[in-house]
């Protein structure tokens, strides 16, 4: 039996800055309890009745200030929480204000992670909603630090009613600008969604579990070694999963399909990875030696340098000398 899940060092690549803002700060600011607006259900209706929760904190971040702090803050619950390297993402277009440029939303966040002890490098997000012009002004500002605390972009949103199809010659233009990129694909069932996230030549999917429905991009998948970055409490609360039982990740874990655990939105969703690692052991009897996998997995995948790579391996493997027999 594990007694205790913050003492295995974790990797943690799928996490939202805005919807892992600390309750009290969202409080302090509201001068009221924000658990109420700020944190799903159990169970929402779908995923753009879950994306609503996101209005109050992106609304906090747009003070230079907030901005700063939420960043310090998360990185140390992620210390907390036993993770040893995170890669948080953003939308540096949402939190632009009258205090914060978009260049200023990612130097912000930059230097409130660097006064935590935890590497976190940031994933900046274009938006399924936003123009060509609006995306492809976050793939700029991402060249521009990119190896400076930016690793990737992303494609976030409503994946529902705005088809990734759209957003083709935006990935090329990343591509040719070297700058590597994972997708939100394959969180709610639309085959096509998956497909052009493959095609377009991401090397890892923001949660990815509709694939399992699906056996020719599944070995796809398989075959070009592209990682699942899964957040199974977070499929239940935007009801693409009906319960924590039936979810596909065992399924998908046992086809061949490289995984990794995140928690998306440590607030919204009310969770740590600690307690999402405590569910997985509960519902699918997963032990020490699959979340050392599954972090192992995420190291592989992640967008470090090969030594940078090795030095997280090296954290995984004495982890593992010690508490295995």
Not at 17 to 29: A, E, K, R, T
Not at 56 to 62: D, N
Request: aromatic share 8%; proline share 2%.
């Amino acid at each position: 039996m594990i007694e205790d899940f913050r003492s295995i060092p974790k990797v943690e690549l799928h996490l939202h800055l805005d919807g892992s803002i600390p309750l009290n700060l969202l409080s302090n600011y509201l001068n009221r309890d924000a658990k109420e607006v700020a944190t799903a259900q159990d169970k929402c209706q779908n995923l753009a009745d879950y994306l609503t929760k996101f209005d109050l904190p992106i609304e906090f971040l747009k003070h230079k200030d907030n901005l700063k702090l939420a960043a310090y803050e998360l990185s140390k619950d992620l210390e907390q929480d036993g993770v040893i390297y995170a890669e948080v993402r953003f939308a540096p277009n949402l939190l632009v204000s009258n205090e914060l440029t978009l260049n200023d939303t990612v130097k912000t966040i930059l230097e409130g992670f660097s006064l935590g002890n935890v590497k976190i490098n940031l994933i900046l997000c274009m938006m399924r909603h936003h123009s060509f012009a609006e995306n492809y002004e976050v793939i700029d500002i991402a060249s521009q630090y990119l190896h400076k605390g930016v690793c990737a972009i992303d494609l976030a949103g409503d994946e529902e009613h705005f088809p990734t199809s759209n957003f083709k010659e935006l990935f090329a233009i990343a591509k040719e600008k070297n700058i590597p990129f994972t997708i939100h694909a394959g969180e709610v069932n639309l085959k096509d969604s998956l497909e052009n996230a493959i095609n377009f030549g991401a090397t890892r999917l923001g949660h990815g579990i509709q694939a399992v429905n699906y056996a020719d991009l599944l070995q796809d998948i398989i075959n070009k070694k592209i990682l699942l970055e899964v957040c199974p409490t977070s499929n239940i609360q935007t009801n693409v999963i009906d319960t924590y039982e039936h979810h596909p990740i065992k399924q998908l874990d046992e086809k061949g399909v490289l995984i990794s655990i995140s928690t998306d939105n440590r607030t919204v969703s009310n969770i740590t990875l600690s307690s999402e690692y405590a569910k997985l052991n509960k519902y699918f009897n997963y032990n020490i030696k699959d979340f050392c996998r599954f972090n192992y997995n995420a190291i592989n995948s992640s967008f470090l340098s090969n030594e940078e790579k090795q030095e997280l391996t090296d954290i995984i493997l004495e982890y593992m000398k010690k508490s295995i027999n």
